[in-house]
């Protein structure tokens, strides 16, 4: 597969208004749950993404899974971007930074929040660095202006495209702000295809293995990898079942037919 999440924790340090918000139990994974999960994923890609959930930096041991994954992965860290300064290692391939995430009601400046952003990037230069936000947000354009003065660039809001060149291996990326599927809402669309399975997966901090990222609730739950064996999940009636019906342009599953992320993508 392209790539593989490990949601290493469904805690967070904030509380932001477009969140689904953790309804699962609160948990950080173990080191020895981590250490058996990347056994078990290590013959179906080389990229792990920390995240579905929760934001990565809140895990006590964020630098020691990061050292030990990036013998065998590459590594991929979604953040919000407070807690970045407690990254220790430069073994991280890229970080994306939700500065959407940004808010007042956090008692920092956006002076503050982008100023200890970059103090960590500027010293990454191996690291490939996305700035992810959505230009309708209430402070992309102050945030722009601060991204511009530090990187001496000229974008403005109208000028941006789904990545902008900052500087090597550093990008501002767009994106669409979305809604997250529900299982309680009426199914919408019964039609479509999508990368879970075929693409990636999702593992949740309780081992609960999900098709997509955006199964945060673990609604459509194949396995666990703790218990099971991956071969057997990914050949299973129901992966079998769902991916059939991508190919033939048919979402079988509820919260599938809940999701029109392909279609912001």
């Known amino acids: 597969?392209?790539?593989?999440?490990?949601?290493?924790?469904?805690?967070?340090?904030?509380?932001?208004?477009?969140?689904?918000?953790?309804?699962?139990?609160?948990?950080?994974m173990s080191e020895d749950e981590f250490i058996l999960a990347l056994d078990k994923v290590k013959p179906y890609t080389k990229y792990l993404y920390f995240h579905i959930l929760g934001e990565p930096f809140m895990h006590p041991k964020i630098n020691k899974f990061i050292d030990l994954a990036s013998s065998n992965f590459f590594i991929n860290i979604t953040t919000n971007g407070y807690l970045i300064n407690r990254l220790k290692t430069n073994k991280v391939r890229q970080i994306n930074i939700s500065l959407h995430s940004y808010s007042p009601k956090y008692n920092i400046s956006i002076e503050d929040y982008l100023s200890n952003i970059f103090s960590v990037v500027d010293l990454l230069p191996n690291t490939y660095i996305s700035y992810r936000f959505w230009t309708n947000n209430k402070y992309s354009s102050k945030i722009l202006d601060l991204i511009n003065k530090h990187y001496n660039t000229n974008y403005s809001i109208d000028s941006l495209k789904l990545s902008n060149k900052l500087s090597d291996r550093v990008f501002i990326n767009t994106f669409k702000?979305?809604?997250?599927?529900?299982?309680?809402?009426?199914?919408?669309?019964?039609?479509?295809?999508?990368y879970a399975l075929r693409d990636h997966i999702g593992i949740l901090v309780d081992g609960s293995i999900v098709p997509c990222c955006l199964d945060s609730k673990g609604d459509i739950t194949l396995g666990n990898i703790f218990e099971d064996n991956l071969s057997d999940v990914l050949n299973s009636k129901k992966v079998i079942d769902m991916m059939e019906g991508f190919k033939n342009n048919k979402k079988i599953e509820k919260l599938c037919q809940n999701c029109n992320f392909i279609d912001l993508d």
């Open 1 to 28: 597969m392209k790539k593989m999440y490990i949601e290493i924790t469904n805690n967070c340090n904030l509380d932001c208004s477009f969140c689904i918000k953790n309804s699962r139990t609160s948990k950080f």
């Open 177 to 194: 702000q979305f809604e997250w599927p529900s299982i309680k809402d009426a199914s919408i669309f019964s039609f479509g295809t999508c």
